[in-house]
Structures are given as C-alpha cells and as structure tokens.
C-alpha cells in the first residue's frame, strides 16, 4: 500500500494531506472558561468545523487542521476573534447559497480593522494568533470574492510576519500545524500564485523554499505540499530567466525537470483514484466519499501543478511541441475531473479552481476556453453576487488575467 494511502492504528484512513474519520465526538476542547460573547462565538465556530458536520461543508476538512486549534485561542487576539467572526457569517452565506448579507460585510469589514491593530502592534504582529487571522481572511476572501485585478493584501500580511519572525521553525503545535496544514490547502494556493505576482511580496529562492519546507522531509511530505514545493521553484526561475536572458535553456531545463517530478507525482494519484473508483460503488457511504473526494484533491493538485509548469515550459520555448501535446491531454483531464467532482461542492471540491484555471492557462482553443468556463461555474463558491454562470461575466475575468500574467513572467 502506497503512503498516499494508509491505515493508522486508530482505524482512521490517510489519503493525500487529509485523515478521514467516521463521525465522532467533538475533538476541538477549550482549555477555560469563556465569557458569555466567547461562548456564543465559540458555538458557532464550531458548528463549521465538527466532525459530525458534513465533511462537504466542514471547514477544518476542506482548509487544515489548524482550524481545529482555534477554539482555546478565542479571547486572547483581537485580530482572531474578529476573523472567526467573519468566516462564521461567510459560511453561513456559501452554505445557504445567497449573497454575502450586510451582516457578513460588516464583519469582514471589522476583522480587517482589528487586523491592521494588531499589525500596528510590536508583541501581537508576530504571533501565531495574528497570522492564523491572515489565514482565516484568506478563506473568508475565498467566500467573499477578489475585486478583478486586485490583490487580496492577506498575503502580504503573512508575507510580513513571515519575514518578521525570521522564518523560524514552529514554536509549538499550534504554530506547526497551523504552517503545515495551510500549505496543503486550498488557500495555500492562494498564497503561491499571489506571491509570484504581487510586487509587495518579494523572498529570495532560500526564502522561498523555507517557507514551503518547513524542515519537512520531501518524502514524508503529502502530495499536496510536495506539488507546492515544485511550483515554488517559479519565482526563482523567472527571476533568473529576466536577470541573464543568455541562460533561458538553463531555466528551461530546471522547470522540465520540476515537471517531471510532479508527473511522477500524478501517475501516483492517477493509479490511486483509480483504485478508489473501482473498490467503491455508487452511491458511496460517507467514509468512502471522503475517500474518494480527497484522492480527486490529490490528483487535482498533481493536475494543476503540471499544467502550470507546461505553461512556463511553453513560454520558455514557444515551439516545444511536446509540452503542448501533454498539456493538451491534462486539460481534458482537468475537465473529466471536473464533472466528477461537483457531487463535493461546495468546499471539498474547491481545488477545481485551482485545477481548471491551470487548465484554462493551457487551452488553446476557444471551445476548450468555453468548456472550461461552463465547468468552473458550477464551482463558484464565493457569494459576492458577481455570477459565472454568463461566459463574458467580470467574474470570470480573473481566468484571462491570470494567464496574461504567467505569459508576462518570462517575456
């Protein structure tokens, strides 16, 4: 049995970063006594995170492990507390499939003051508290929606206390799954492809690569995090290629070869959601699916990575004709994928953004643009009213920016 998929001696199953368990009790447990305020708050957080809540919607499933570590820190960051405030309410509108309410906004709105406070502030600037609130803006910006051609200024927060706190290895265990859990993550994708674009952010490739490590062994490292490993050699490799242009074939050589590691990656996972399809039938329990939902997240991953280094390579060098027949054969995967995945709306197939934006990088003709359009609508999650279900809507523009953005790295 490979390491993607295991059984550890609590009868849980691994598959990728996730541990699936059948429901059971509540494992999130407060260390205090909480003030009435703290209680209500806490209640309510914990309706998103709970094993018993459906792993389809359950945050701490779909986002990390780190979510589960912030019950017994409510009450303690300001930045915290009002962050958990506004991903409760941004939730609440993705789950119940309407716009983001007043309610919401205001929330949202309070939690980005309490977050410039506390940045504003020596001793909670650094802390663990204060960047677990950048990661839970991160989810809420996921809900909430990104104006187009704007960037989210989370990931520059994280960028700075990142920086602050000298890259150091996790002091605890909340700061260590709080790292390591987010880099597996959907919003960890976030993180990447806005550090690779945004000019605030700026780390040099040993920066780059201890952000991502984290004095992780490649090999114990989940499919997810080693996919994020390999895509973090992009702002080195473009930072290169613009400095000594004369060493493009260099660079081109380095990104075949983080290619190829990540296609080693996706015959794993290939192979693995194939094994899980066939040992399971339809309609699946709900251990199975979360099974079968995390292998798709797994290949998902592997999928994107792919594509986006095909994407380089060909900027590299437009005439590599082999990049382009591979790429071509991942995209329809992509979209294969895509229709499987939906029956896991609406958070534990939000790597299909990922997945099809990467896809939609490589199309090359307008029916596959349009048929990636088509596929990612059904994956909309975000409530900010701005819908995707029209082919020319500005909700979709990000898709067309996003590639003009990869084609300008190594122009």
Not at 80 to 103: F, G, I, M
Not at 308 to 325: E, F, G, Q, V, Y
């Amino acid at each position: 049995m490979d390491s993607a998929h295991k059984h550890p001696s609590n009868e849980s199953t691994v598959v990728g970063l996730i541990t699936v368990n059948p429901r059971q009790s509540d494992r999130s447990v407060v260390h205090r006594t909480p003030s009435n305020g703290t209680s209500l708050q806490l209640s309510a957080y914990l309706s998103t995170i709970k094993p018993s809540v459906n792993f389809r919607q359950n945050l701490a499933w779909n986002y990390g492990a780190f979510l589960e570590e912030i019950p017994q820190r409510l009450g303690k960051n300001r930045a915290l507390d009002a962050a958990v405030a506004a991903l409760v309410s941004a939730h609440s509108n993705v789950c119940c499939k309407r716009k983001a309410t007043p309610q919401t906004l205001v929330r949202y709105s309070c939690a980005l003051e309490a977050l410039k406070s506390s940045l504003d502030c020596v001793h909670e600037a650094s802390s663990s508290e204060t960047l677990c609130a950048i990661m839970v803006l991160l989810i809420c910006q996921n809900f909430l929606g990104v104006p187009a051609g704007q960037w989210t200024g989370h990931c520059e927060g994280a960028a700075h206390i990142l920086r602050a706190r000298g890259f150091r290895k996790p002091l605890d265990r909340f700061e260590s799954r709080l790292l390591m859990s987010a880099r597996g993550s959907v919003a960890s994708t976030t993180h990447l492809v806005e550090g690779i674009f945004n000019p605030a952010i700026h780390f040099t490739d040993d920066e780059w690569r201890r952000i991502v490590e984290l004095d992780v062994s490649y090999e114990s490292e989940a499919v997810e995090g080693k996919v994020l490993r390999h895509l973090a050699s992009i702002p080195g490799l473009t930072q290169h290629v613009k400095k000594l242009p004369t060493e493009r074939h260099v660079v081109l050589l380095e990104a075949q070869s983080q290619l190829a590691a990540i296609e080693n990656l996706m015959k794993k996972t290939r192979d693995q959601l194939l094994r899980v399809e066939a040992e399971e039938e339809c309609p699946r329990g709900l251990v199975a699916s979360m099974i079968h939902a995390a292998a798709m997240r797994a290949h998902g991953f592997c999928l994107a990575g792919a594509l986006i280094m095909h994407h380089i390579i060909r900027c590299l060098d437009i005439n590599n004709t082999t990049s382009a027949l591979g790429s071509a054969v991942l995209v329809d995967e992509s979209l294969q994928l895509a229709a499987k995945a939906k029956t896991y709306t609406p958070f534990a197939s939000a790597h299909m953004h990922f997945v099809l934006a990467a896809a939609y990088m490589n199309a090359v003709t307008d029916d596959q643009r349009q048929a990636i359009q088509i596929a990612i609508s059904a994956y909309q999650i975000d409530c900010s009213g701005d819908s995707w279900t029209s082919l020319h809507s500005p909700g979709l523009q990000w898709l067309d920016d996003l590639r003009y953005g990869f084609d300008m790295l190594v122009a």
